[in-house]
């Protein structure tokens, strides 16, 4: 739990997704790693759109990354 935890707060998403995935088939009702897991995807997703639109301003392709910054709002639009 507490190795899942540090990846969340180094924003390691992937990392901290498979500690949590396999803490919680061990030991389904362990305090609140369900709803770690549903905010650890929540917040890779939002990391993903940000990195893509990054890298798409970076190339000049200033539509696409409009398209991932408009996605990223709709999912959470104080994402920061």
Request: aromatic share 8%.
């Given at each position: 739990?507490?190795?899942?935890?540090?990846?969340i707060?180094?924003?390691?998403?992937?990392?901290a997704?498979?500690?949590?995935?396999?803490?919680?088939?061990e030991?389904?009702d362990?305090?609140?790693?369900?709803?770690?897991?549903?905010?650890v995807?929540?917040?890779?997703?939002?990391?993903?759109?940000?990195?893509?639109a990054?890298?798409?301003?970076?190339d000049?392709k200033?539509a696409?990354?409009i398209?991932?910054?408009?996605e990223?709002?709709?999912l959470d639009e104080?994402?920061?």
């Open positions: 739990y507490n190795n899942g935890v540090t990846a707060r180094q924003e390691k998403w992937s990392d997704l498979t500690i949590l995935q396999t803490l919680r088939q030991k389904p362990y305090e609140d790693v369900g709803n770690l897991i549903i905010m995807r929540h917040l890779g997703r939002l990391s993903d759109l940000l990195a893509t990054n890298q798409q301003i970076a000049a200033y696409d990354a398209e991932k910054i408009d990223l709002i709709k104080e994402f920061k």
